[in-house]
Structure formats: structure tokens, C-alpha cells
């Protein structure tokens, strides 16, 4: 039985948006959630928090027109109950017939896809260089991604393809917000120029925005070192090696290999004030490193990751900010609210960034948490060897990103 297969309730059921639910969550209230999705599902990926109460009861218990006790028993009967599904079909009905039954119920709209299409933009208020740096969030699977504007001019780093016209619409929204640049452009012309779209690396656990936003005239960069992995369309793109330097404004992105992820693995020193690492370094953990050759190629990824970390990361000035391209329900925001951390602070807190060769080698492989959901699909869609349509590419990704090293093994007492 699909979404689509539910009666409509015979009780009128609210609903509630995913913004306003995550609005909810971060304002520090708490939030009873009934999750009606299968077990596996709900252990596999959950809307989760410190103030959010979640109980999963799948949607079949509630096929019966009489429902179980037990089932009632484990649902609260004192406060307002928001019921959530996949899709919002299962909710609504699960929501119905609770309500029926004198609960105080609402259902969330579009359920765990409505959530996977939360993407927020946050200001990085420790970047000191030129131009204004922004943290792309999406809460949903822990993505992150980059936003830089200077002048008339802008960047995006690691672009999720689900939201290749956020990016246009914010490039237009902060070229308009500046009374200089009104000044300089007629109505119809405000906007920055999306000068570049950026990644750092050939993705594991979502579907790159990178060919999308070429599609719209803004400059592809891919990791010229990730091509030996089969990219069919390089010929359209700018490829970046090791020093390479783009230009936004008056600030400068310059290209630093840190292989160990993956062979391709590229990190961007934004004005050298932050580095966008992608998947090599998190504020929380390091890199898995057997995505791409697998269990026999992940001693030698691991090493490899050691020496980007020790020879091209961690010699950077300490105030260097590092930001990643994904967090983990381990990673605590900074008090900008962004998921980012100077180097010297992560060299405190994370034992695996004192270890020597060794030792780091063996911690990162001795506690691998599972791959990827769809990572097989991911990858050569990613490489341009597979094709998904827009729908399928989003439905590729829901779930949690899983490309770190397992955190609990990696940070200091």
C-alpha cells in the first residue's frame, strides 16, 4: 500500500509545513512526533533532536478499524501529537483515525520528503575575508554547502541538485538586497553573476547540482584528479589542479588536493579564512576512505587521507576556519549557528588529528558505519555514467549521508 492508497480521514485533520515544524524544533519547544514509516525506515534515518519525542508505530497498525491498545498506549494521549510518513498519505489517515479517537494530532505535509526539501542559508560570521561567506544547511541528510558573494560576483561550492534554483534565486536576492548595486542596475538587471558552481569531489550520498547550474550558463569546476574515475562530461567543465585560483570580486578560491576520500578529493581555501574540505574533514570526524575502492582499497585511502589532513590541513594557521560538506547529529553549530570550527580547535577536541600514521590508520578502519543509502546509483549518476530523471535523482538521496568516519572513536574525552 502506497500514499496514495489511504481513504481520506472522516475528521478534518491539520497539517503542519516542514519549515514550520524545524521552526518549532530550533526555537527549543518540544515536539512529539508519531512516525508511521516502517521500522528499518525510521531506524535508518529520523527527524531528531534534544527536544523532539519520537515514537514509530507503522501505518498498518491502524489499518484495522479496531486498534490495538498496546499500539494506543504507546502514543500521547497529554499533548499535541505531530504524525509524519514518507510522502504524507499514511499520516493523514494514521492522523484521522487518531483524532477520531480524541488525540490531539496533526500530520506533516509531505511527510520525510517535505523535510529532505528544508535548505537553509546562514551568514559565516568568523569569515573575515573579502566579500560575505553563507553555509547552505539541509537538516534532512546533514548536507552542507558553500555561498560566497563579492562585488558582483559569486560562488557555490558542493550545489545539491534538488535545489539548482535556490542557488540562481539567492544569487538574485543578494544582488538586490545591496542599495550600491541598485544604484548601478536598472530593475531588471539586479543579481549577482553565479560566476562559478564548484565540487569538490565526485559524491557518495547525494546527486551534484553542478551540471544543472552549467545548464544555466554558470561555470562548472570539477577536481581535474577526479576525472581517472570515468567523468563522461569533463570536456564541459573547468577542471582545478593543485594551486588553481578562482576569482570572485576582489575574493580568491584556491584549489588544495587532500586526496584520502576519495583519489579526487579537493579542498577550497576561501580568501584564507576557511576551507570547504567536502567530505575529508567534518567539524565532528574525518572522511571514511573506502567509498571508492571498498574494503581492500580503504587501507591505502586511509593513509593517503592521513597526509592531506597532517601535510595540507593541519599546517594552516589555526584560526583557519574548516568547514565540511556535511554534519552529523554529533556536530554542535557554532555560535553563528554554522557548522564550522578553526583548525586548533578541531586539533584539541579530535584525537585522530594528534595520532601518527599508525594509529590513525587503524582507528578509522576499526568502526565503519554503514555506506551510504544508494551510494552504487549515487556515484555513477554523479560521474555522469547513469542517468535519473529530477524525481529519481531526489529520491536517491533521502537519508543520512554516512560519509564520515564512525564519531564516537575520533573525538577527545
Known amino acids: 500500500m502506497n500514499d496514495m492508497d489511504f481513504p481520506t480521514p472522516d475528521v478534518e485533520v491539520e497539517s503542519v509545513s516542514p519549515a ?8 527549543g519547544e518540544n515536539v512529539s512526533l508519531l512516525d508511521a514509516r516502517m521500522a528499518s525506515d525510521y531506524e535508518e534515518w529520523r ?40 510522502k504524507g498519505g499514511a499520516s493523514e489517515f494514521v492522523a484521522g483515525s487518531l483524532k477520531a479517537r480524541g488525540y490531539d494530532v496533526n500530520h506533516l ?34 548536507c552542507l554547502g558553500y555561498f560566497l558573494v563579492d562585488g558582483d560576483e559569486a560562488a557555490v561550492i558542493d550545489p545539491l541538485r534538488a535545489f539548482t534554483d535556490r542557488y540562481l534565486e539567492d544569487a538574485a536576492e543578494l544582488r538586490s538586497s545591496s542599495p550600491a548595486l541598485q544604484a548601478q542596475q536598472d530593475a531588471t538587471e539586479l543579481g549577482v553573476d553565479l560566476t562559478y558552481a564548484i565540487d569538490t569531489h565526485i559524491h557518495a550520498d547525494h546527486i551534484s547540482g ?23 562530461y569533463a570536456d564541459e567543465m573547468t577542471l582545478a589542479e593543485d594551486g588553481d585560483e578562482f576569482q570572485i570580486g576582489d575574493a580568491t578560491i584556491e584549489t588544495v588536493y587532500t586526496p584520502g576520500h576519495t583519489s579526487g578529493m579537493t579542498s577550497y581555501l576561501i580568501d584564507d579564512e576557511l576551507l570547504a574540505t567536502g567530505d575529508g574533514l567534518f567539524v565532528e570526524s574525518v572522511a571514511r576512505p573506502d567509498l571508492e575502492e571498498g574494503d581492500d582499497g580503504a587501507p591505502e585511502a586511509a593513509a593517503q587521507l592521513y597526509e ?42 579530535m584525537d585522530a588529528l594528534t595520532m601518527d600514521e599508525d594509529e590513525f590508520v587503524e582507528l578509522i578502519l576499526s568502526d565503519m558505519p554503514p555506506r551510504p543509502a544508494n551510494y552504487e546509483d549515487i556515484i555513477p549518476t554523479n560521474l555522469g555514467q547513469r542517468k535519473a530523471d529530477d524525481e529519481e535523482a531526489f529520491e536517491l538521496e533521502l537519508g543520512p549521508n554516512n560519509c564520515a568516519a564512525s564519531q564516537g572513536s575520533l573525538a577527545g574525552d
Open 20 to 27: 514550520e515544524l524545524k521552526g518549532r524544533i530550533d526555537a
Open 308 to 349: 592531506s589532513l597532517t601535510e595540507r590541513v593541519l599546517s594552516l594557521p589555526d584560526e583557519t576556519l574548516i568547514g565540511g560538506a556535511h554534519f552529523s547529529d554529533a556536530a554542535e553549530p557554532a555560535e553563528d549557528g554554522t557548522y564550522t570550527a578553526p583548525i586548533g580547535q578541531l586539533a584539541d577536541e
Open 47 to 86: 527527524i531528531d533532536g534534544e527536544n523532539v519525542d519520537s515514537v514509530n508505530v507503522p501505518y498498518f497498525e491502524f489499518l484495522d478499524e479496531e486498534i490495538d491498545d498496546d499500539v494506543l498506549a504507546q502514543i500521547p494521549d497529554d499533548r499535541e501529537v505531530t504524525v509524519l510518513c514518507a
Open 109 to 142: 505535509e509531505e511527510g520525510m520528503n517535505g523535510w529532505a526539501r528544508i535548505y537553509e542559508r546562514v551568514e559565516v560570521e568568523r569569515y573575515d575575508g573579502a566579500g560575505t561567506l553563507y553555509q547552505y544547511q539541509r537538516p534532512s541528510s546533514g
Open 210 to 232: 553542478v551540471r544543472n547550474l552549467a545548464a544555466e550558463g554558470v561555470e562548472g569546476v570539477i577536481p581535474d584528479a577526479s576525472v581517472d574515475r570515468g567523468v563522461t
